[in-house]
């Protein structure tokens, strides 16, 4: 790559102060409102049951291509892209367009008789696969996928790309929710554990969680020697000179485990995380940590990469927020009672408990970060500092009780149904294959975005490119990580990474 070029390239993402956490909030809006199409189509359509060519494009342009729209063309307009994708939602449901007999057949098999309904919870998973989360951690991914390539043509606001010091950004939240979401699914083993009456020691922990992240070790390393040998742009205040995301991910299990209660409990877990973004946030404010990691020199290893090493404790705090808030949407918490009333009343406390940590989180934002009722702390990704914990955690926990409330009012058979066989075809209904496909394999989908990213910097000028054809790229790009996750999942491929 030219020098000339290189520095332009590392300018254009250096030196930004972000954006406003409402307009945030509007465009990432965009999935919730996207799914809430998607469901009505298929709740009351049936639209996307039999999945042809139109149901996958169709699915593509909800859940893809109205992400990719929300961050570029409609980046001015979020509000105006929320009402385009709400208005035919609502229509659908205000004016149902299924026959009765289609909702029939769509309603699931429930276990009226004490024999059929007592045989048919043993079956059930005390773990089941639950659509709200599989669609929360599948947008995440397809926002993150879309907005590491978006970031650098000119069609992307500067304002959604990382800050450097001070501030939010759509990227910024976009890496918090990565880690919030890892943690979450991290707490199914734990539980599975419970479940089953072991208790593994900690050095048994301790050995399954290295050996799981040995694998991200390599990809970091292949990214620094990759990123160093094509003299790549690099963007060194965002994590350092040989520190990047995937050594973050690689490091969060190990040092998570040491943290492990006995028991899976929310509250101490949620503690936890707070008192160690409290305790770091500590160390910033009243030690000289935070001028060494925003002004220090680079002269040795520590300092080079400093970024990283120590907004790793942030990330670590955000870690333990998303495997707290799994340990009570993961379960299926069922009680001796099978009723449908039953199933029903937990559903609900689970969106109130959802609903509920919402508000508790961002409470909390807002008193480290109110001038007159608070700290007057200002949001760092930088320094992952505690705002930035909070907000995260805040973030996330809103999407997914957005996302639990249209699974919920949408697709109700699924927290209703109490068989095992019936479950599976429920849940499916409920589950976009799209979603399901970038969620299923998301590392592997990760890293091949980034290996895209890379490929298409090194070949085309994206700061020379129009805004028509910075559209078509992206389209392209999205329209083959798609492609290649659907098929993976078509051909029931999981690949471990």
Same mark, same amino acid.
Request: hydrophobic share 45%; net charge positive; with cysteine.
């Given at each position: 790559?030219?020098?000339?070029?290189?520095?332009?390239?590392?300018?254009?993402?250096?030196?930004?102060?972000?954006?406003?956490?409402?307009?945030?909030?509007?465009?990432?809006?965009?999935?919730?409102?996207?799914?809430?199409?998607?469901?009505?189509?298929?709740?009351?359509?049936?639209?996307?049951?039999?999945?042809?060519?139109?149901?996958?494009?169709?699915?593509?342009?909800?859940?893809?291509?109205?992400?990719?729209?929300?961050?570029?063309?409609?980046?001015?307009?979020?509000?105006?892209?929320?009402?385009?994708?709400?208005?035919?939602?609502?229509?659908?449901?205000?004016?149902?367009?299924?026959?009765?007999?289609?909702?029939?057949?769509?309603?699931?098999?429930?276990?009226?008789?004490?024999?059929?309904?007592?045989?048919?919870?043993?079956?059930?998973?005390?773990?089941?696969?639950?659509?709200?989360?599989?669609?929360?951690?599948?947008?995440?991914?397809?926002?993150?996928?879309?907005?590491?390539?978006?970031?650098?043509?000119?069609?992307?606001?500067?304002?959604?790309?990382?800050?450097?010091?001070?501030?939010?950004?759509?990227?910024?939240?976009?890496?918090?929710?990565?880690?919030?979401?890892?943690?979450?699914?991290?707490?199914?083993?734990?539980?599975?554990?419970?479940?089953?009456?072991?208790?593994?020691?900690?050095?048994?922990?301790?050995?399954?969680?290295?050996?799981?992240?040995?694998?991200?070790?390599?990809?970091?390393?292949?990214?620094?020697?990759?990123?160093?040998?094509?003299?790549?742009?690099?963007?060194?205040?965002?994590?350092?000179?040989?520190?990047?995301?995937?050594?973050?991910?690689?490091?969060?299990?190990?040092?998570?485990?040491?943290?492990?209660?006995?028991?899976?409990?929310?509250?101490?877990?949620?503690?936890?995380?707070?008192?160690?973004?409290?305790?770091?946030?500590?160390?910033?404010?009243?030690?000289?940590?935070?001028?060494?990691?925003?002004?220090?020199?680079?002269?040795?290893?520590?300092?080079?990469?400093?970024?990283?090493?120590?907004?790793?404790?942030?990330?670590?705090?955000?870690?333990?927020?998303?495997?707290?808030?799994?340990?009570?949407?993961?379960?299926?918490?069922?009680?001796?009672?099978?009723?449908?009333?039953?199933?029903?009343?937990?559903?609900?406390?689970?969106?109130?408990?959802?609903?509920?940590?919402?508000?508790?989180?961002?409470?909390?934002?807002?008193?480290?970060?109110?001038?007159?009722?608070?700290?007057?702390?200002?949001?760092?990704?930088?320094?992952?500092?505690?705002?930035?914990?909070?907000?995260?955690?805040?973030?996330?926990?809103?999407?997914?009780?957005?996302?639990?409330?249209?699974?919920?009012?949408?697709?109700?058979?699924?927290?209703?149904?109490?068989? =095992?066989?019936?479950?599976?075809?429920?849940?499916?209904?409920?589950?976009?294959?799209?979603? =399901?496909?970038?969620?299923?394999?998301?590392?592997?989908?990760?890293?091949?975005?980034?290996?895209?990213?890379?490929?298409?910097?090194?070949?085309?000028?994206?700061?020379?490119?129009?805004?028509?054809?910075?559209?078509?790229?992206?389209?392209?790009?999205?329209?083959?990580?798609?492609?290649?996750?659907?098929?993976?999942?078509?051909?029931?491929?999981?690949? =471990?990474?």
């Amino acid at each position: 790559m030219a020098q000339s070029y290189k520095v332009l390239k590392e300018e254009f993402v250096s030196n930004l102060s972000g954006g406003d956490i409402l307009e945030i909030n509007y465009v990432t809006a965009v999935a919730p409102a996207a799914v809430l199409l998607w469901s009505a189509l298929q709740s009351r359509r049936e639209f996307f049951v039999h999945y042809g060519p139109a149901a996958l494009v169709t699915d593509f342009l909800l859940n893809v291509g109205a992400i990719l729209f929300a961050i570029t063309l409609y980046s001015s307009k979020p509000v105006l892209l929320n009402v385009l994708l709400l208005s035919p939602a609502v229509l659908i449901y205000v004016v149902p367009l299924a026959s009765n007999r289609q909702k029939k057949q769509s309603k699931p098999k429930q276990a009226n008789e004490t024999s059929s309904t007592s045989s048919g919870l043993q079956g059930l998973d005390p773990l089941p696969v639950r659509p709200f989360i599989t669609t929360y951690r599948g947008t995440m991914m397809v926002v993150t996928c879309l907005a590491i390539l978006a970031v650098d043509f000119r069609v992307f606001p500067r304002r959604f790309a990382k800050v450097e010091n001070w501030g939010t950004s759509l990227m910024d939240v976009g890496v918090g929710s990565f880690v919030f979401s890892a943690g979450t699914v991290s707490a199914r083993p734990i539980l599975r554990d419970q479940l089953a009456g072991n208790a593994p020691t900690l050095s048994q922990r301790l050995y399954s969680s290295i050996r799981h992240s040995l694998p991200l070790l390599v990809l970091g390393m292949v990214r620094l020697y990759s990123v160093k040998g094509l003299d790549y742009a690099e963007h060194t205040t965002e994590y350092g000179v040989h520190w990047n995301f995937f050594f973050t991910l690689a490091m969060l299990p190990p040092f998570a485990t040491v943290f492990q209660f006995s028991h899976s409990s929310v509250f101490l877990h949620s503690l936890l995380s707070s008192a160690l973004g409290g305790i770091y946030q500590s160390l910033l404010e009243f030690t000289d940590l935070k001028a060494y990691i925003l002004t220090a020199p680079r002269v040795d290893i520590l300092s080079q990469n400093r970024e990283g090493i120590f907004s790793f404790l942030g990330y670590l705090a955000i870690f333990l927020a998303g495997q707290a808030t799994g340990f009570y949407i993961l379960p299926r918490h069922p009680n001796r009672s099978s009723s449908t009333a039953n199933v029903t009343a937990q559903r609900k406390r689970l969106i109130f408990r959802l609903a509920s940590w919402s508000i508790i989180w961002g409470l909390l934002f807002y008193l480290t970060t109110s001038y007159r009722h608070g700290l007057g702390l200002r949001v760092s990704r930088r320094l992952a500092n505690l705002p930035y914990i909070f907000w995260v955690s805040t973030f996330n926990c809103t999407q997914l009780t957005l996302f639990c409330i249209i699974e919920t009012v949408s697709f109700p058979g699924v927290h209703k149904v109490l068989e =095992k066989t019936s479950e599976a075809k429920v849940v499916a209904k409920a589950t976009s294959k799209v979603l =399901k496909a970038f969620n299923r394999n998301g590392l592997a989908i990760f890293l091949l975005a980034n290996l895209m990213t890379g490929l298409i910097n090194l070949n085309v000028k994206t700061l020379e490119v129009s805004r028509e054809r910075a559209i078509a790229v992206l389209v392209g790009y999205a329209g083959i990580l798609t492609t290649v996750a659907i098929i993976l999942n078509a051909r029931n491929i999981s690949v =471990k990474v």
